[in-house]
């Protein structure tokens, strides 16, 4: 039985939920050494459950090195990533069947980009899906993670320029995948959610339950 897990993910919304089912964990982040936000570049027509997958176990591959370079005490290890989709309508002049086509919307680089990803989203629906993955015993090459994804539909209203703007200028869709918060002031902008609210926040909490259990972590739900 493990009384505490690393966690390698800055997100505030991740330690927020772990504290919130009574997880005890200490955060494993990267150094100013490490070319962290290379691990989330996608590659070539990679579709978002395949990126968010293999960014996830990207981060955790990079957390278990870490932990072995600081000589740390052995503990389970956690990494998740969010990743927001979109399929926009490709359409073709002389066919008559159009087809579509899957777009991941990352962070946004600046307030600019926030509004093109927030201007692409307004009035549609999207898919955000979240990957968690846990590595019970770093110490051990071959010890394989286990990893889980919850996906959910997040519908957005339709939103005017006067409401991206303001909503940019809070500055809350920067660092977020969509550009958006949903425990945040982007609630606001949520018509209809279909899934998991925690997942869509950045940590499954159903997924990530079923991880700890497997990996014998202690927490609200396990004596």
Not at 146 to 155: A, D, E, G, N, P
Not at 172 to 201: D, F, R, T, V, W
């Amino acid at each position: 039985m493990h009384s505490l897990i690393y966690l390698a993910s800055q997100s505030p919304r991740r330690q927020e939920l772990l504290t919130q089912i009574g997880v005890k964990f200490e955060l494993l982040l990267a150094d100013p050494s490490e070319d962290a936000e290379s691990l989330e570049t996608q590659l070539p027509n990679e579709l978002a459950l395949v990126y968010v997958k293999r960014v996830t176990l990207a981060k955790l591959a990079a957390a278990k090195q870490r932990l072995h370079a600081r000589g740390l005490d052995l503990a389970p290890i956690l990494c998740a990533d969010t990743t927001v989709a979109l399929l926009l309508e490709d359409v073709n002049q002389g066919h008559q069947n159009n087809s579509s086509k899957e777009v991941i919307l990352g962070k946004p680089t600046d307030h600019q980009d926030a509004k093109r990803i927030l201007q692409l989203l307004s009035g549609k629906t999207h898919q955000v899906h979240t990957a968690v993955a846990v590595l019970s015993n770093p110490h051990i090459n071959d010890d394989q993670p286990k990893i889980l994804v919850s996906s959910s539909q997040v519908t957005f209203k339709s939103l005017t320029d006067e409401e991206i703007n303001a909503y940019i200028l809070t500055n809350e869709p920067m660092g977020k995948a969509g550009a958006y918060g949903i425990q945040g002031i982007g609630g606001c902008l949520i018509s209809n959610i279909s899934g998991s609210y925690s997942g869509i926040m950045g940590l499954p909490l159903f997924e990530t339950s079923l991880l700890l259990n497997e990996t014998g972590v202690q927490f609200s739900l396990k004596p």
